[in-house]
């Protein structure tokens, strides 16, 4: 049963990216919530502001400049906020903490799955994942079946098989032929081949991200640089998204990491990157949150609330995401018999996921181009491993001085200076008890004298 509207319809305003799914996702979604809202006399009008390359250039250069600026003005010119999920911390302090506002069922079902690791800024929970990007490992059926070769479980039967298989194309004269891409450029992919390729090292699906300063790191560079080397990408690890695309286009590849894309899907052969062994992967995730602006009018609150709900429910996950070969962020969706009839919820389920280092820093762009071209320091020029991995763990390292000598002697060195001094600066004393030298320090009694150097060598022993 319908009601007759009272009062005034509010509009509340969403921006998004184009290049984040504007057209394709959040479009249907706003005119199904619209359309939700007539039906049910909520009085609640969504509307969505998309900016794309060419019209954010009015007020700055790129779509996060233009959230900047909203913020810094505390502007209430937008109520939800579509963001990478890479800038977490920089938009984390001008959201809502949605702990406060949605219910605890409707959270949970998005904390048992990334929003833990992609949404959290001190505590606070300031938005929700709409889709999952991953990357993922699609693979030539034919050239595996031509030589009679099965899918590498590990990055050691990548190589064998990846050998194998260029050697004996090269004998064909196929010299297009690309037997792994690597996509390590100089682009955003780099920092999340990087990082999912030291996961993919550590010792069981359970552990956490490797210490960087681990052996693990040091085996997962090492391998890198063999698969380089072995496989004869000095070009080809460099090259981006593009190159990858047309790869898959033309068919002439062997295995090629990229981004889980729901039409490459459906035309290709796929499968979870390997690991250092069999069972172990590791898969950077990507994706877009929404959030609502602290900003945004108090009097539209509950409304705000409201089309956050709505957009982030379950139904809509189904709809647009899932039920599209989509990376759902809820996961109990993959336990559905809807679902599951129409898309490979025990592959989805099998990913093991880890989100960039967004939180390591509060210029996450800056860490993360510092912390790329150290790696590369050693992929593509001559530093080691270990040189490398010291300085990617210097960047937000506060150091202090230690009689521990495993990193530096200064500590040491320092100290036992120190000590040197303190005896000089206390033996000075005696000097003024001696009597060919007293009438030098008469001006001041033998107590002062005494507080002053005890004062003068606390001092820096306070620091």
């Known amino acids: 049963m319908k009601y007759k509207k009272i009062g005034k319809t509010v509009t509340i305003n969403i921006i998004a990216f184009t290049q984040n799914g504007g057209n394709l996702l959040y479009s249907p979604m706003v005119n199904d919530f619209n359309k939700y809202s007539i039906d049910n006399n909520l009085n609640i ?60 069922d409707h959270i949970d079902m998005y904390m048992e799955g990334v929003a833990k690791q992609t949404c959290m800024y001190n505590d606070k929970l300031v938005g929700l994942p709409m889709t999952i990007d991953c990357t993922l490992l699609y693979y030539n059926q034919e050239y595996l079946d031509k030589y009679n070769k099965e899918l590498p479980k590990t990055w050691d039967d990548l190589i064998e098989t990846g050998q194998y298989i260029l050697n004996e194309e090269k004998k064909l004269n196929n010299t297009d032929f690309v037997p792994y891409n690597g996509l390590f450029s100089e682009l955003e992919i780099g920092i999340c081949s990087i990082y999912e390729f030291i996961y993919s090292f550590r010792n069981s699906v359970e552990s956490s ?21 072995k496989l004869n990408l000095d070009t080809i690890y460099k090259q981006d998204e593009g190159f990858t695309i047309s790869k898959i286009f033309d068919k002439n590849y062997l295995f090629l990491k990229f981004w889980i894309i729901p039409y490459f899907v459906q035309v290709s052969r796929i499968t979870y990157l390997p690991g250092v062994k069999e069972g172990i992967s590791g898969s950077t995730i990507g994706g877009h949150n929404l959030g609502i602006s602290i900003y945004s009018d108090p009097k539209h609150r509950n409304a705000t609330i409201e089309a956050l709900k709505f957009l982030t429910s379950k139904n809509m996950q189904r709809k647009y995401i899932a039920l599209n070969d989509y990376f759902s962020p809820i996961p109990s969706l993959y336990e559905e018999d809807e679902v599951c009839s129409v898309v490979n919820c025990t592959f989805y389920k099998g990913f093991q996921l880890i989100a960039r280092p967004i939180l390591q820093s509060n210029d996450y762009i800056t860490y993360s181009t510092r912390f790329k071209n150290y790696i590369y320091d050693f992929l593509y020029r001559n530093k080691t491993s270990y040189e ?24 040491l060195i320092l100290f036992i200076s120190a000590i040197i001094i303190i005896i000089f600066m206390l033996g000075s004393l005696l000097f003024i008890f001696i009597n060919k030298f007293k009438i030098y320090f008469s001006f001041l009694s033998n107590d002062f004298w005494i507080i002053y150097i005890i004062g003068l060598v606390l001092i820096p022993l306070a620091f």
Do not use: C, H, W
């Not at 920089?90 to 702990?99: A, V």
């Open 209 to 229: 991200f490797p210490n960087i300063r681990s052996q693990e790191a040091v085996n997962a560079l090492e391998k890198m640089k063999e698969i380089k080397e």
């Open 388 to 411: 490398v991995l010291k300085n990617i763990d210097d960047i937000t390292r506060y150091y202090y001085l230690s009689l521990n000598n495993e990193d530096t002697v200064m500590g």
């Open 45 to 104: 009008k969504l509307k969505l502001n998309l900016f794309s390359e060419l019209n954010s250039t009015i007020i700055t250069t790129d779509y996060e400049s233009t959230l900047d600026s909203l913020f810094q003005r505390k502007s209430n010119k937008y109520d939800l906020i579509f963001f990478d999920n890479i800038y977490i911390k920089r938009f984390g302090p001008y959201l809502l903490n949605l702990k406060n506002v949605l219910p605890k």
